[in-house]
């Protein structure tokens, strides 16, 4: 019997995650917290994550904030958290609305 032998996982692989949230500027720092780890686990730098994470949850409460518009009628805030060949992104959008870039960080060379 021949040893199990796992499928290898490259980190250059495409991924994407998405958090759909009720637009409420209550859950925000939720959005940051959801980055840094996206970001800690694409191998980013702890300090910068954390930089990058809080970006995005600042940006998030404004996109939250403007969804409980009374015109906006947007109920969800949609964070896409994607894997690129060079760059690893966060996109957001509230109901149905266009998707706006909350960030955009460069993937670390691999050694």
């Known amino acids: 019997m021949q040893p199990h032998r796992g499928i290898g996982v490259s980190r250059r692989r495409r991924e994407t995650l998405v958090l759909t949230l009720p637009a409420d500027p209550d859950l925000w720092r939720l959005t ?4 840094t780890h996206f970001f800690r686990q694409s191998g980013i730098g702890a300090a910068a994550a954390r930089r990058v994470g ?3 949850a600042l940006r998030c409460r404004a996109l939250a904030r403007a969804a409980r ?4 009628r947007a109920s969800t805030l949609i964070l896409r958290l994607g894997t690129h060949a060079s760059f690893l992104e966060v996109l957001g959008r509230t109901g149905r609305g266009p998707r706006i ?9 691999s050694a």
């Not at 940051?32 to 980055?35: A, I």
């Not at 870039?101 to 060379?109: D, M, N, S, T, W």
């Open 32 to 35: 940051g917290l959801v980055s």
């Open 69 to 72: 518009r009374p015109q906006a």
């Open 101 to 109: 870039c909350l960030a955009r960080i460069e993937r670390p060379k």
């Open 54 to 56: 809080r970006s995005v």
